[in-house]
Each structure stands twice: as C-alpha cells, then as structure tokens.
C-alpha cells in the first residue's frame, strides 16, 4: 500500500520568505505526483503534477516542485510568500495502471501560515 | 463552464438514519471519484466509477456505505444506519477519462454531523 508523508502540519513563514512544504511518499514503483491547495471555505484545487519527463515541475502562483527519485520526495517550493498563500496544502500520490487502489493516496496536509 | 457540484452543503442527521448525498460532475467527464475528509486529516479514497460502474470501490469503509451512478453523470453516496464516526466532509471529483495521470476536479464537498 502507498503512504504519504508530509512533515510538519504546521508550517510559518514570514511574507516574502521561501516557502518550503516537504511531501516523501512510499511506494515500489514511484507514483503520479500532485500537490493540491485548499483555501478556506473552498474546495481542492490543483497546484501541480509530475507524471512524466522533467522532474522540476511548475504549478500556479509560483509554486514548483521538484520530484527525487532516489529521496522520494516531491518537495513543494515558493520563492517569496504572500499573505494570500495562507491555506492548506496536500500532497497526493496516485498509483500508475496496476500499481493499487484507482484513487488518490493523500498526505494529512500542512497548514501554511504567513506572517506579516 | 460550471465545476463539480455536490448537495447538501451541509448535511445534519442522527445516528441510526439514512443519508444520500449527491454528486453533479463537470460534464463530460466519464470518470467520478468520491473522498471522505475527516477533521484534520487528508482526504480518503472510497470509490471511483468510471461511466456507471464502479471500477474501484476498494475504499468504502464497510457495507453501510454504497454508491450508484445509474446514467454515468449524476453519483448518489449512500450511508446506511449512520454513526457518528461517519461526520466528515465527502468529496467529490471527477475527471475526464479517467487516466491516472489526470487531474482530479474536486466540488466544495457536503459537511456531514452525525448526532
């Protein structure tokens, strides 16, 4: 069975700092890759995804993340916060054909706060 | 065009009763997903269908929990003899074909209180 692992489910920055939300997953085979946002009140929305080809993957509103084979990991980075990046953040695995269960396997979020 | 939508928004019921709750995905998408959010926690697969089938339905917790999807738009969550455990919000997704590496577009959820 796959895991996700996000460490931290707090994390504080102060604005225009990096921003850096960590995300290991396990798994035999690596898996599709994604980091969802949840802004309050609102429902799940994609920041981005690694399935294929480059490792270092852009998102909106600035965010990337770099997937790492040998680490596991899917780290999500942005270069200088802003007060509206305040909300929660979740990392998901999905397995590719044949490789598990057909949904997403998602991490217990981190709650990004910005300090002003 | 218009995203997915679920109903109720909020959902109020006592331990013991029956509850549907409703899915409306973004049209045209054959392939449904639904999640259960607890307090705290990341949300968790329960079923997914691709068209009117359950394709994977490998996450309901147990039998009191059943899905339908009768004309492969429209999916209808069912919970029998609720408990309290099962207050969570449940989510909806849905995506165009199904394939693995698609984005899931998720509704606002319904916010279920067992009492």
């Known amino acids: 069975a796959q895991s996700v692992t996000q460490l931290g489910s707090h994390v504080s920055v102060s604005e225009g700092a990096l921003v850096l939300l960590r995300c290991n997953y396990s798994s035999s085979v690596p898996p599709y890759l994604f980091w969802y946002v949840q802004y309050p009140n609102q429902g799940l929305q994609l920041l981005l995804k690694?399935?294929?080809?480059?490792?270092l993957v852009k998102g909106i509103n600035g965010f990337e993340a770099e997937f790492k084979k040998s680490e596991t990991s899917f780290h999500l980075t942005k270069p200088s916060a802003h007060m509206s990046d305040a909300a929660e953040y979740f990392c998901?695995?999905?397995?590719?054909?044949?490789?598990?269960?057909?949904?997403?396997?998602f991490g217990k979020g981190t709650h990004l706060i910005i300090q002003p | 065009g218009a995203g997915v939508s679920q109903t109720p928004s909020n959902k109020v019921t006592e331990k013991g009763k029956y509850v549907e709750l409703r899915c409306d995905p973004i049209s045209g998408h054959t392939a449904l997903y639904w999640y259960r959010q607890s307090l705290g926690q990341g949300p968790e697969f329960l079923i997914y269908?691709?068209?009117?089938?359950?394709?994977?339905d490998s996450g309901l917790p147990n039998d009191r929990f059943f899905a339908v999807r009768p004309e492969g738009s429209v999916s209808t969550l069912k919970i029998q003899r609720t408990e309290r455990g099962d207050s969570a919000v449940y989510l909806c997704a849905s995506s165009l074909t199904g394939e693995t590496q698609e984005t899931q577009y998720f509704g606002p959820g319904t916010r279920l209180l067992v009492l």
């Open positions: 269908f691709q068209g009117t089938g359950a394709a994977d």
């Open positions: 998901a695995v999905r397995p590719k054909p044949g490789g598990g269960a057909d949904g997403l396997t």
């Open positions: 690694y399935t294929t080809g480059a490792t």
